[in-house]
């Protein structure tokens, strides 16, 4: 199981089906245990993955752990495995490396192979895509705000996460609340990325997947301390450089649109 009962974050269990009893696998103190790889046949669990920035397998079984790390390795990027043989021979694969179109490949792990089946979204190939950057920043109150952040072609010559001077920034805002930003190819950030706009995206509280207390810090703090994250998440952008302070939007769908109508509403100076 995938179990919070009692806990903040999510855990990975087992348990024995006669007596009921139950043992803790796998848990992480920033966030959610996401999902699993289990055997073809047994079922039982060989990898597991936890996503606080990014995407993180850890390995029960040493072989599924040597090949995974060999496929990150291979791939450059953030990996799923979507299908196995009932022989474990062959693998389908998905990878993210955000500066190109997500794409399957086959994997065998005998002959140590990778056959690209298709790309996603072929029409990107070739396309100026951009890296994006995780990061932490601080809220006022100390909490803790994971964030991702992408920037123009062209603006990062250093390829550090900080542009050669401050530009016009988009606070795009997800909606939910109880929802995530995550690393990957997202479309709006490559978007407005590609129009010149640094793009940065915050798991301000409320957001789902870092625990119980993180979501529940978002309790009753709609347009509140919600917004607060918000805002500092600007002021941090201008501090590092990253943004103009006098250029800077705010857009989002579901609680990314309330965000932008508070925004407007309640600090109309900020955006």
Do not use: C
């Not at 005998?110 to 979204?121: E, F, G, H, P, W």
């Not at 800077?248 to 579901?254: F, L, N």
């Amino acid at each position: 199981w995938i179990d919070s009962r009692g806990r903040d974050t999510a855990a990975l269990l087992a348990q024995d089906v006669a007596s009921g009893t139950t043992r803790v696998i796998a848990e992480n103190s920033k966030a959610d245990v996401r999902s699993t790889l289990t055997n073809p046949k047994s079922g039982e669990v060989e990898a597991y993955s936890v996503t606080y920035l990014r995407q993180q397998w850890t390995a029960v079984d040493p072989n599924v752990g040597a090949d995974l790390v060999w496929l990150t390795e291979q791939l450059g990027g953030d990996v799923n495995v979507t299908s196995r043989t009932d022989d474990d021979r062959l693998w389908t694969v998905a990878v993210d490396t955000v500066v190109a179109s997500p794409s399957v490949h086959l994997f065998d792990r005998q002959a140590r192979t990778l056959t690209q089946l298709y790309v996603s979204r072929p029409e990107l190939e070739g396309a100026p895509l951009q890296r994006m950057y995780p990061l932490e920043l601080k809220a006022r109150d100390g909490l803790t705000l994971p964030s991702y952040l992408t920037l123009p072609p062209g603006s990062d010559p250093d390829g550090h996460g900080k542009p050669a001077a401050p530009l016009p920034m988009v606070l795009f805002v997800h909606g939910g609340p109880w929802a995530r930003d995550g690393y990957g190819y997202n479309p709006m950030h490559q978007w407005l990325a590609n129009r010149g706009y640094a793009v940065l995206a915050v798991n301000y509280r409320g957001s789902t997947g870092f625990g119980k207390s993180f979501i529940e810090a978002g309790n009753l703090q709609w347009g509140r301390k919600m917004h607060d994250d918000l805002l500092d998440a600007v002021k941090w952008a201008v501090a590092q450089g990253i943004a103009d302070g006098k250029r800077v939007a705010i857009m989002g769908g579901s609680y990314g649109g309330y965000a932008t109508l508070a925004g407007l509403a309640f600090t109309p100076e900020v955006f």
